[in-house]
């Protein structure tokens, strides 16, 4: 990066290096190489690696293990710019996907992924951080759901060549990988070279932050990373595991949903941002329960493989919802502390992920429908911690428990 810049002064810049711009280049560039590695992962996973629902629970504890430790982004960004930290993170996350095949086995792949997970989760931490910085709060739920939906849009031509490449050119899994990671880590470089550095106003503090008056969004993010875990490990293993999906049948099932987010990932910003991010979350948390009720349907009452797709999109679906989590901490933080409270927040998120998989992998060998069973307990939770959550959530005034305003010495606890 050759200079920095204020983001006061960046409209003297052409649009393509300013930071939204960035930020636009970041939410397209992650999905290629994150989303091409989850939508193979399974079946490589199964048909080249042979595991079963105890392994691929394994392998996901371990690829959890980094976002557990995302509170070591703020040892980083005591030596580097959050800008920076966040770009070689990318570039991190991008040449461990394109190397991913030539590790088929246990050993390799559980190496691999740590690698790859690191560049993701600190990724994702400085992401989140420089979004909730960069973008001003009245407008943030609206560009944040553009930002999912450009995302969306880029991964669905990923998708799509998975889909062509596998069935009609007959692609491997390596080609895949590697093309997909590849230029993942070649934007990220780009990016290093030809963005300024942008400088907020406010300085972020580089030491670990815990708020007394931030608990609720620290049990929100406890519990969806738990709920999350479930869905994201075995939901695309039940169906590769027990209907025989094959790579293009179950990315085909992932490009339906990136063809349904690309439209409604920007409206659902402009309903947070109109009608407020608690009734956002209730709706979120409202839905999740009767998914995950319903997936445990599946293999109590054997309702089939079509209902099993719905239930795949819906789930995707009310995901959407969580950017209400993200502005709901930015309308309630105090500025300095969005950077340390991101990695906090990630940390916190990835407290159950790395034990959850593991066990419930071990579950999954018992009843896979109590496992989708401890998602909808959890959805439920959320959904009553979600009832705390003000109409109009400020600092001071951050759940329902807490109507009051904070004096500045408290602010500091």
């Known amino acids: 990066m050759a200079r920095s810049v204020s983001i006061f002064e960046v409209s003297g810049l052409p649009f393509w290096r300013r930071p939204i711009f960035l930020l636009f280049i970041m939410a397209v560039a992650m999905p290629i190489a994150f989303n ?58 991008g040449v461990a996907t394109a190397v991913t095949a030539y590790f088929p086995s246990m050993t390799g792949l559980l190496i691999i992924t740590l690698i790859s997970s690191f560049g993701f989760h600190y990724f994702e931490t400085i992401n989140q951080s420089l979004q909730l910085q960069w973008l001003p709060k009245e407008k943030a739920p609206q560009i944040i759901g553009w930002l999912v939906g450009a995302g969306s849009l880029v991964t669905l031509f990923a998708y799509l060549g998975i889909i062509v490449g596998w069935q009609k050119l007959g692609l491997s899994f390596n080609f895949l990988y590697l093309s997909s990671g590849g230029l993942t880590a070649l934007i990220a470089v780009l990016c290093l070279i030809f963005f300024p550095n942008f400088k907020t106003e406010t300085e972020q503090i580089t030491k670990l932050v815990l708020r007394r008056r931030y608990w609720l969004y620290y049990a929100l993010q406890f519990l969806s990373g738990a709920r999350r875990q479930i869905f994201v490990v075995f939901a695309g293993f039940m169906m590769v595991e027990k209907f025989g999906f094959e790579v293009h049948q179950l990315t085909a099932l992932f490009l339906i949903n990136l063809v349904i987010n690309i439209f409604v990932a920007p409206l659902f910003g402009h309903f947070i941002a109109y009608f407020g991010e608690r009734r956002a979350l209730l709706i979120e948390y409202s839905g999740l329960v009767c998914v995950f009720l319903a997936y445990g349907g599946i293999y109590l009452f054997d309702w089939g493989v079509i209902f099993a797709s719905i239930l795949f999109v819906l789930d995707h679906l009310f995901f959407g919802l969580r950017m209400a989590l993200k502005t709901y901490f930015q309308k309630i933080s105090a500025p300095e502390d969005i950077a340390p409270t991101a990695a906090v927040a990630f940390t916190i998120n990835h407290i159950a992920a790395v034990f959850l998989p593991v066990l419930l992998g071990l579950l999954w060998l018992v009843s896979p429908a109590f496992v989708f069973m401890a998602a909808a307990f959890l959805a439920f939770l959320s959904l009553l911690l979600a009832l705390l959550v003000p109409r109009v959530p400020i600092v001071g005034h951050e759940t329902l428990l807490m109507p009051k305003i904070y004096s500045k010495s408290e602010n500091g606890e």
């Open 36 to 93: 091409v590695w989850s939508a193979l992962l399974n079946n490589f996973v199964v048909q080249v690696a042979d595991f079963d629902g105890s392994d691929i629970g394994l392998l996901h504890t371990v690829r959890e293990v980094p976002g557990f430790l995302a509170v070591g982004v703020i040892l980083l960004i005591m030596v580097m710019r959050e800008q920076t930290v966040g770009l070689i993170s990318l570039a991190t996350l």
